[in-house]
């Protein structure tokens, strides 16, 4: 097996494990409300809501660390935090000590996530780099989507098994990860802006927590609308912090970006769809057709498969035909897939005549749009800032996915008077129609490709004296040497 071969099934292992843990255990949560009787569901959301609000809020500085102080160690800190955490979930006494421990669990998959496309994408030749991309959003969106079925199987032996299986690959992986990966940072000029960084984490950690709680507490109530003003006054604090800080927590240059922001925001919308999808797959396969979470699960499991099996193709035709293009294509093909259950699907079980298509399809067009997101997001950016500009976008992406689960659960909680069937067909409007705002948003990114014309500009960085001029030597160089 060559370097890059085992670089990228190391890093991925790291993508994967992050990934699925932010869906996993949705599945295993019947099973941990049993095992502690007496807590309110209220109190138990908090299992899943932690991690969904630290993973969030952290992305960014962590991000913002790793590129100066080594993606590397960022990689192993969050590998070894990780898997300690997952082996204290499974071995939890109560409730608070399981929410405790997501959280720190949350903090490992933050510094894992935006470290290990920093790590991959240098390993790659400019001309390679959007197959390199597409390996790594098809690992992170199966991650995603393969949570259901994963976590069915494994709750057959018990809940604490979801946390347990992470502990032997976390070991594994980094017992790699150290003997193989090289180290890659950015330690020159002044530290990042570590104030800007605190009042980033607050404000990142206010909305979600009001996406989160929305539903429960009201849109309209004091506590959630008192979050989102918070939460505008504090990032409006970072932006300001950003545009004097010699070394801000995100440079301009970042949010400034046409294809950047753009990606950025067809992130944003695209997983409001996407993670309604697939929470709206497991409550209606065992809501409405009464199937086992187990059998839900594995008939979940198609959809992961056609976005692995999309996912590279869509990084090399996105590079080759323009990101544009084939994340609109495949954010119309996603629309379709929710169009098909809104048009054929029934009370009545079929599972191969409506429900399947609309996997397939739906699972395709993930594939093709994860790519074109992440290339979109990075490819105007210099090796340095891979792990920042990862991290942004990792950060609307959990945006978007706490928006969606929270509008469908807002739109399935006020069942209207064709009964469940009719709510869903409701989600399932909501799904298309933030699939399409994505695509149009996609449409209007513009040719970004990586290492095609959009690298030979130089890209502005702020630095202690004014800006820097990145040269094009510096976004195709090969990886830095280092420790490894």
């Given at each position: 097996?060559s370097?890059?071969?085992?670089?990228?099934?190391?890093?991925?292992?790291g993508?994967?494990?992050?990934?699925?843990?932010?869906?996993?255990?949705?599945?295993?949560?019947?099973?941990?409300?049993?095992?502690?009787k007496?807590?309110?569901?209220a109190?138990?959301?908090?299992?899943?809501?932690?991690?969904?609000i630290?993973?969030?809020?952290?992305?960014?500085?962590?991000?913002?660390?790793?590129?100066?102080?080594?993606?590397?160690?960022?990689?192993?800190?969050?590998?070894?935090?990780?898997?300690a955490?997952?082996?204290?979930?499974?071995?939890?006494?109560?409730?608070?000590?399981?929410?405790?421990?997501?959280?720190?669990?949350?903090?490992?998959?933050?510094?894992?996530?935006?470290?290990?496309?920093?790590?991959?994408?240098?390993?790659?030749?400019?001309?390679?780099?959007?197959a390199?991309?597409?390996?790594?959003a098809?690992?992170?969106?199966?991650?995603a989507?393969?949570?259901?079925?994963?976590?069915?199987?494994l709750?057959?032996a018990?809940?604490?098994?979801?946390?347990?299986?992470?502990?032997?690959?976390?070991?594994?992986?980094?017992?790699a990860?150290?003997?193989?990966?090289?180290?890659?940072?950015?330690?020159?000029?002044?530290r990042p802006?570590?104030?800007?960084?605190?009042?980033?984490?607050?404000?990142?950690?206010?909305?979600?927590?009001?996406?989160?709680?929305?539903?429960?507490?009201?849109?309209?109530?004091?506590?959630?609308?008192?979050?989102?003003?918070?939460?505008?006054?504090?990032l409006?604090?970072?932006?300001?912090?950003?545009?004097?800080?010699?070394?801000p927590?995100?440079?301009?240059?970042?949010?400034?970006?046409r294809?950047?922001?753009?990606?950025?925001?067809?992130?944003?919308l695209?997983?409001?769809?996407?993670?309604?999808?697939?929470?709206?797959?497991?409550?209606?396969?065992?809501?409405?057709?009464?199937?086992?979470?187990?059998?839900?699960?594995?008939?979940?499991?198609?959809?992961?498969?056609?976005?692995?099996?999309?996912?590279?193709?869509?990084?090399i035709?996105?590079?080759?035909?323009?990101?544009?293009f084939?994340?609109?294509?495949?954010?119309?093909?996603?629309?379709?897939?929710?169009?098909?259950?809104r048009?054929?699907?029934?009370?009545?079980?079929?599972?191969?005549?409506?429900?399947?298509?609309a996997?397939?399809?739906?699972?395709?067009?993930v594939?093709?749009v994860?790519?074109?997101?992440?290339?979109?997001?990075?490819?105007?950016?210099?090796?340095?800032?891979?792990a920042?500009?990862?991290?942004?976008?990792?950060?609307?992406?959990?945006?978007?996915?706490?928006?969606g689960?929270?509008?469908?659960?807002?739109?399935?909680?006020h069942?209207?008077?064709g009964?469940?069937?009719?709510?869903?067909?409701?989600?399932?409007?909501?799904?298309?129609?933030?699939?399409?705002?994505?695509?149009?948003?996609?449409?209007?990114v513009?040719?970004?490709?990586?290492?095609?014309?959009?690298?030979?500009?130089?890209?502005?960085v702020?630095?202690?004296?004014?800006?820097?001029?990145?040269?094009?030597?510096?976004?195709?160089?090969?990886?830095?040497?280092?420790?490894?």
């Open positions: 097996m370097r890059r071969a085992k670089v990228t099934l190391t890093v991925s292992i993508v994967f494990m992050a990934s699925l843990d932010l869906f996993i255990v949705n599945i295993a949560f019947p099973d941990i409300q049993r095992n502690f007496g807590v309110s569901l109190g138990l959301s908090w299992v899943l809501n932690a991690y969904a630290t993973f969030a809020a952290l992305l960014v500085p962590a991000g913002r660390w790793a590129d100066r102080a080594g993606r590397k160690r960022g990689f192993l800190f969050g590998l070894a935090l990780f898997s955490a997952s082996a204290a979930c499974a071995a939890a006494p109560s409730v608070a000590v399981l929410v405790a421990a997501r959280v720190v669990q949350a903090t490992g998959a933050a510094f894992m996530l935006p470290t290990s496309l920093g790590l991959l994408l240098p390993e790659f030749p400019a001309h390679k780099r959007g390199a991309v597409g390996i790594w098809a690992v992170g969106g199966v991650a989507a393969a949570g259901p079925p994963i976590g069915g199987l709750v057959q018990g809940w604490r098994w979801v946390f347990i299986v992470n502990v032997p690959i976390g070991i594994g992986a980094f017992l990860a150290s003997s193989l990966l090289r180290e890659v940072r950015d330690d020159t000029g002044p802006d570590m104030i800007g960084a605190a009042l980033f984490t607050a404000g990142i950690a206010a909305v979600t927590l009001a996406i989160v709680e929305g539903p429960r507490w009201g849109w309209s109530g004091g506590r959630v609308v008192g979050l989102f003003v918070a939460a505008g006054l504090l409006f604090a970072v932006a300001v912090r950003s545009a004097r800080h010699p070394a927590l995100i440079e301009p240059v970042i949010v400034r970006t294809a950047i922001a753009l990606a950025n925001l067809g992130a944003l695209f997983f409001c769809a996407f993670g309604a999808f697939l929470l709206g797959s497991v409550l209606f396969l065992t809501s409405v057709w009464h199937e086992s979470v187990l059998r839900a699960g594995l008939q979940i499991a198609p959809g992961p498969v056609m976005a692995a099996l999309f996912a590279v193709p869509g990084g035709l996105g590079q080759r035909l323009g990101q544009r084939v994340g609109a294509a495949g954010a119309v093909m996603f629309a379709g897939g929710a169009l098909w259950w048009t054929h699907i029934g009370a009545a079980p079929d599972y191969a005549g409506t429900f399947l298509p996997q397939i399809i739906g699972g395709a067009g594939g093709l994860l790519p074109t997101l992440s290339a979109a997001a990075t490819g105007p950016l210099p090796p340095e800032r891979f920042t500009g990862t991290a942004v976008l990792g950060m609307s992406r959990q945006l978007g996915s706490a928006l689960v929270a509008i469908l659960v807002a739109i399935l909680a069942p209207s008077l009964g469940p069937l009719a709510a869903f067909r409701t989600g399932w409007g909501f799904i298309i129609g933030s699939a399409l705002a994505a695509g149009a948003v996609l449409l209007a513009g040719p970004v490709r990586i290492g095609s014309a959009v690298e030979q500009q130089p890209v502005a702020a630095a202690p004296l004014g800006k820097v001029e990145l040269t094009p030597a510096a976004a195709t160089a090969g990886p830095p040497q280092g420790s490894s």
